[in-house]
């Protein structure tokens, strides 16, 4: 007998090099977070980082409802934790088209397309060059 399928929803983030997979599944017993196959607080130890990836659940009111798978990869801790901001954000408004407005204006939905600039010849990093010497 094959195991019934749940509805999910699912979103992607993006941050520098960060990618992270979301999928919401609604659960009527104990909701959480798992990041990676970790819970949570192993995955993301910072508070900061925790509220940061909390923060659209708490701004839609969402934050008993879903159980929430996360594949994240590639990047640096803060860089994951904004890009499953994102992919959490852009879930809930396929979840309900509603939170779209809420979620635009609190900028979650904004992709942050800042990058690392890349090193130029003749110099010692992006814009770092040689110190100079009069004499």
Do not use: C
Not at 53 to 81: E, N, S, Y
Not at 121 to 131: D, E, N
């Amino acid at each position: 007998m094959a195991k019934k399928d749940k509805k999910f929803f699912e979103g992607l983030g993006r941050r520098k090099e960060s990618v992270a997979r979301v999928r919401l599944t609604e659960t009527e017993k104990d909701p959480g977070i798992s990041i990676n196959e970790k819970d949570l607080e192993v995955f993301l130890p910072i508070l900061e980082l925790k509220e940061t990836v909390t923060a659209p659940l708490r701004a839609t009111g969402m934050d008993k409802k879903f159980d929430i798978t996360v594949r994240a990869k590639g990047g640096g801790v803060r860089g994951q934790a904004e890009a499953i901001k994102m992919g959490l954000s852009r879930a809930l408004v396929k979840y309900n088209g509603e939170f779209h407005q809420t979620l635009k204006d609190l900028d979650y939905l904004k992709r942050d397309s800042r990058r690392k600039e890349r090193k130029k010849p003749g110099l010692k990093k992006a814009r770092r060059a040689a110190q100079w010497r009069k004499r």
